[in-house]
Every structure is written in structure tokens, then in C-alpha cells.
């Protein structure tokens, strides 16, 4: 049964794989991998979330806002870029549709 589960299972990620919605986020994240601009500017994001992170670990609340501040910057410069904005777009399609999935899953589970 679990390997009949697990065969469903790939034949769901192949149908997936094939919706317009996945071609769009893989379109999209390749032109972001490309784009040196916007890499450093995720690079940037990435490494002051982290930042963050750490000074409220620290209780360094002056210092996190500091990082906060610049977080937004950056997060600001990327809104603005279509590239990004593409990418975003077609992730959160990607994901609903992800969410339906699970929550469908989850819905008939529950059931038993």
C-alpha cells in the first residue's frame, strides 16, 4: 500500500511539474539566478535576516533595529524590480496551489 501511496505520489509531482503555474517559478528563478544585481541584493537580505536574528538572541534591540531598517531597504530595491516582482508572482501561485494540495490531503485525513 505504501509503495502504491509513493508511486501516486510521483505521478502527482510529474503533473505538477507540467502546470503552466511551475514553469512560470522555474522561468522566473532562472532569470533571478542570472541576474547579478538582484543576487546580491538576496545575498544582502538573507545575511541581515540572519543578523537578526542573532541580536534577538542577544537581546541587542537597538542594533536589530539598525538591521531592520536596512532589511527594509533592500526589501524595497527588490519590490521595485521586475524580476523579482515575476518571480514573487509566480511563487505565490505555485505555493497556493501547493496549499490546496495539503489542505485537500489534510481535509480527507481527518475524516477517517
Partial sequence: MKKKILKKADK?????????EYKCY???YHKLEKNEGVK???DE???LQQNIINLEHFNKERAKQEYEKKLLLIEKKLKKNPLYQEYKRCHEELDDI?????QI???N????
Fill in 12 to 20: 502527482m509531482i510529474n503533473m505538477i511539474t507540467s502546470l503552466e
Fill in 26 to 28: 522555474k522561468k522566473a
Fill in 40 to 42: 546580491k541584493l538576496l
Fill in 45 to 47: 537580505k538573507r545575511r
Fill in 98 to 102: 501547493a496549499q490546496e494540495i495539503i
Fill in 105 to 107: 490531503i489534510e481535509n
Fill in 109 to 112: 485525513i481527518n475524516t477517517f
